[in-house]
């Protein structure tokens, strides 16, 4: 990792449908932050996003995304059911 990509917040974020390509893009164009991880899973949308952003870790297992230490922040953007649950795995005691 660059000094200048350790000064940025490290995102992961939990859902690359819907809304998710339009959240990775701003998170990503965000000169402050630097998108460690992106969740889903379907595998077809993490092969576009690693087409398209090949800087940026894919996974089907929400753990791996939001139990990264280096990760300062999760944005959920999956479906609304899954929320609690992505947020509570998410929650550092």
Excluded at 1 to 11: D, I, N, P, Y
Excluded at 29 to 52: F, M, S, T, Y
Excluded at 78 to 85: E, F, N
Aim: proline residues 6%; neutral net charge.
């Amino acid at each position: 990792m660059t000094s200048e990509a350790s000064k940025k917040l490290r995102v992961s974020i939990i859902g690359a449908g819907h809304w998710g390509p339009n959240i990775i893009r701003n998170f990503h164009e965000n000169p402050a932050c630097h998108v460690a991880w992106v969740c889903d899973l379907d595998p077809v949308r993490l092969q576009l996003i690693k087409e398209r952003y090949a800087n940026i870790e894919v996974t089907s297992v929400a753990e791996q995304a939001v139990t990264d230490p280096t990760v300062e922040a999760v944005v959920v953007c999956s479906p609304t059911a899954t929320h609690y649950a992505l947020t509570k795995l998410a929650t550092r005691p």
